[in-house]
């Protein structure tokens, strides 16, 4: 933790944001004076959302790892750093000083030189939610290796996808995972992913579950092997503040997914900033995030935030309903967790099961809660303050992006106001605005709009890897000038904003992206299926759920049979996480005559709201709406 980069008050949070606006590179300037930089930079910022072209702290030069672990050994080398809670409660857990972290971070990172990873190379990660993963991609980042980790519930065509996009030359995985009662294979989906791919050269496993999977000759090593007799030293690799430190993919409302690209310099000054602000941590805190490692939260906000902070992060293995439902509840009180992050979904999801479960905790040590990922609906917002924060602690509302890298628009630990449904207000150095279908800006109070940004922040994407006009395209050439988000949003009279969701076709479930060409890529793989239409309706609990309307190569004469096979095409293409709820054979999409499918049309008909569908004079077959509207789920 670093008191000069804490803001203490509201009124602080005000000042330092018109700072912030009115002069950015001296705001950031001078937050990053707090780091250890092996050469300082030359210039703060330099960029266009033209090209795009976005340059933080130019010329420096550092190491990530040396900010998150080495800079702590003097001060707080015996702090916890890491705090491992296991899947089964009746397991060990494991803790990690902070130099125990950095051995075990070094040992591996040699242990990667030795399989012959260089600088640059690029490293998938498919792993449980285990230290070893953490350690794996700190591991990569001593060495100046790109990680990407692909969250352990993609399939093995979504992994070979990702591995072939950043033609990774190493695998690291494990035999298989713990989740509550179940255990799922892990190996066995890379061996099947590899029959895709033809850059990985070394595929590393972790002996997580004692199954001794089938291990190829001259490309599988044991992790236990693959540390042995190294050295816990290894010097961390000199990076520039702009080489990439990783990629991770994430959906858009094209068809593949992207590779969002992350680059050293800013991402470590913005994580730990505004984990430090959002989270007001302190030094004897116990943070707890429950993301999943794979995803970007728990990059910023497992790994790298806390750590660069010198915190002490919980990592937890399984899931909110195991061993019951007041799992999650146990592991605050055990470790006394003071800052709590979580997803709606899981709050919902949990709120399903009565309160008993979270009234048998007694949930004290709590100071700040979290919610990431999706909008947050009142009634949960409720829950989660009465139940789990007792009407004693705020709950921060952290509103961003994969592409975003870091939080953007939230509220700042007990300092600020809250509101339920609202996520708060832009960071320091955040300039949100709200465009109007002209694009521009709407100044009114209590208008809806798109949400963009309009100047460049620390830890924002670069590119996407491989294809740099994608990225242009996709985020900053809808609004010349302006960082698209792809969401709708509204700000109140007092500057807080409420995000109301996606505008575009992406589809958040359980706060999950996925896009809906994405999955109707993977429907249309099925050979039965002419050509499908996918779009998102309300959910109870996942926030969102996914409907597909599907047009078969003939009539469908067991609809279980046929739905099970479309379901096995989503699973073999994606993985489970993106499985169609409900799927409706129809024979024939609404479309334009130009051939465009009217999603409007589709969506009502997900919701269930039927009464009003619009004109649908001008399609091809105004017909085809009376069946579909007929024969809705
Ligand atoms: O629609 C917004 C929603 O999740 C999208 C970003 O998803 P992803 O890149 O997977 O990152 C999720 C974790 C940061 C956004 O475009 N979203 C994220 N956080 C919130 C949210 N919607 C409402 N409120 C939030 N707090």
Not at 90 to 115: D, P, S, W
Not at 522 to 536: Q, Y
Request: proline content about 5%.
């Amino acid at each position: 933790m670093n008191a000069n980069l804490q803001i203490k008050s509201f009124e602080e949070y005000k000042e330092k944001y018109a700072k912030s606006i009115e002069d950015p590179a001296g705001f950031w300037g001078e937050i990053a004076e707090e780091f250890v930089w092996q050469k300082k930079w030359d210039t703060v910022v330099e960029w266009n959302f033209d090209e795009p072209k976005i340059e933080w702290f130019k010329g420096a030069k550092l190491n990530i790892t040396e900010n998150a672990l080495d800079r702590h050994l003097e001060k707080r080398g015996n702090k916890i750093a890491l705090i491992w809670e296991p899947n089964d409660p009746k397991e060990n857990v494991i803790r990690f000083t902070y130099q125990e972290l950095h051995n075990r971070v070094c040992q591996f990172a040699n242990g990667l030189k030795a399989k012959g990873i260089q600088k640059g190379d690029r490293v998938c990660i498919y792993m449980p939610m285990i230290p070893e993963l953490m350690i794996a991609v700190l591991a990569c980042a001593r060495i100046g290796a790109i990680h990407s980790v692909i969250f352990a519930g993609f399939s093995a065509t979504a992994v070979a996808d990702r591995v072939n996009d950043a033609q990774a030359k190493m695998i690291i995985t494990a035999d298989g995972l713990n989740r509550g009662a179940k255990q799922i294979p892990l190996k066995r989906v890379i061996d099947e992913a590899l029959e895709l791919c033809t850059s990985v050269e070394t595929v590393i496993v972790h002996d997580c579950l004692g199954w001794m999977p089938t291990m190829v000759e001259d490309r599988d090593c044991w992790w236990h092997d693959v540390v042995k007799d190294q050295s816990i030293v290894c010097p961390a690799e000199p990076m520039d503040a702009e080489d990439m430190l990783f990629i991770l993919y994430t959906s858009g409302s094209t068809g593949k997914p992207k590779g969002v690209v992350h680059t050293c310099g800013g991402y470590m000054v913005y994580t730990a900033y505004t984990f430090q602000n959002v989270y007001q941590y302190e030094a004897s805190d116990i943070y707890w995030c429950t993301a999943d490692i794979g995803w970007i939260t728990g990059h910023s906000y497992i790994v790298y935030g806390p750590l660069l902070s010198g915190a002490t992060t919980v990592m937890f293995e399984g899931i909110p309903t195991y061993p019951d439902p007041g799992r999650f509840w146990q592991i605050i009180d055990k470790h006394s967790v003071t800052q709590f992050l979580t997803a709606p979904t899981a709050i919902r999801s949990l709120m399903a099961f009565g309160e008993d479960h979270v009234l048998s905790y007694s949930l004290d040590s709590l100071k700040v809660l979290g919610t990431v990922g999706e909008p947050i609906n009142e009634e949960a917002w409720k829950w989660y303050y009465l139940h789990v924060g007792k009407e004693r602690c705020p709950i921060t509302d952290n509103w961003w992006q994969t592409e975003t890298g870091g939080i953007m628009i939230s509220g700042i630990g007990n300092l600020s106001p809250m509101k339920p449904t609202y996520a708060g207000y832009p960071m320091p150095g955040i300039h949100p605005v709200l465009l109007d279908q002209e694009g521009k800006e709407i100044q009114e109070a209590n208008v809806e709009g798109y949400l963009c940004i309009k100047a460049p922040w620390p830890s924002m994407l670069r590119t996407t890897y491989g294809d740099h006009e994608r990225c242009r395209i996709n985020y900053f050439s809808h609004y010349k000038g302006y960082y698209f988000t792809g969401d709708g949003a509204k700000r109140d009279e007092d500057g807080m904003y409420r995000i109301i969701g996606r505008i575009d076709d992406v589809i958040n479930v359980s706060g999950h992206r996925f896009g809906t060409a994405e999955i109707e890529n993977a429907i249309n793989t099925n050979s039965h299926v002419i050509e499908s239409a996918v779009v998102g309706y309300p959910h109870p609990v996942k926030g969102q759920s996914i409907y597909a309307f599907v047009v078969m190569d003939g009539a469908v004469e067991d609809e279980a049979m046929s739905k099970g096979e479309i379901v096995e095409t989503v699973v073999a293409e994606i993985g489970k996480i993106a499985l169609p709820e409900k799927i409706q054979f129809v024979t024939g999409l609404p479309k334009t005559r130009s051939g465009k499918i009217m999603r409007r049309i589709l969506r009502k008909v997900a919701e269930g709201d039927t009464s009003n569908l619009g004109d649908t004079s001008t399609l091809l077959d105004p017909l085809v709406v009376d069946e579909i509207v007929a024969n809705a789920l």
